[in-house]
Nanobody, 121 residues
Framework: VQLQASGGGLVQAGGSLTLSCRDSGRTFSSNAMGWYRQIQGKEREFVAGILSGGHRTYADSVKGRFTISRDNAKSTVYLQMSSLKPEDTALYYC????????????????WGQGTQVTVSS
């Protein structure tokens, strides 16, 4: 398993949570990384991405509430989530190594197993 995500859980609306995703591969520092989520019954959607140089992009629905960051020394990408809403409830996946960019949305070559985030109202 190359990507291992963790940090999901149950949180009340308005609360915060930080997800982590550790890459066990050898090329983390040169890879773009990102987070997607899948709400039950819907397609997986982009949440946030970060390039190897640190440039960040966000989905409009999470701008100003979520922050993506990376620690190359730990081969880990983080997603800090605040002001959480019930509609943020989803299975969150981390992705690694840029595959394509379509309409400004990155997708990735490999994926972690997902971590569940549940926001109660």
């Amino acid at each position: 398993v190359q990507l291992q995500a963790s940090g999901g859980g149950l949180v009340q609306a308005g609360g915060s949570l930080t997800l982590s995703c550790r890459d066990s591969g050898r090329t983390f520092s040169s890879n773009a990384m990102g987070w997607y989520r899948q709400i039950q019954g819907k397609e997986r959607e982009f949440v946030a991405g970060i390039l190897s140089g640190g440039h960040r992009t966000y989905a409009d629905s999470v701008k100003g509430r979520f922050t993506i960051s990376r620690d190359n020394a730990k081969s880990t990408v983080y997603l800090q989530m605040s002001s959480l809403k019930p509609e943020d409830t989803a299975l969150y996946y981390c992705g690694g190594r840029l595959k394509t960019i379509v309409a400004g949305i990155p997708s990735y070559e490999y994926w972690g197993q997902g971590t569940q985030v549940t926001v109660s109202s």
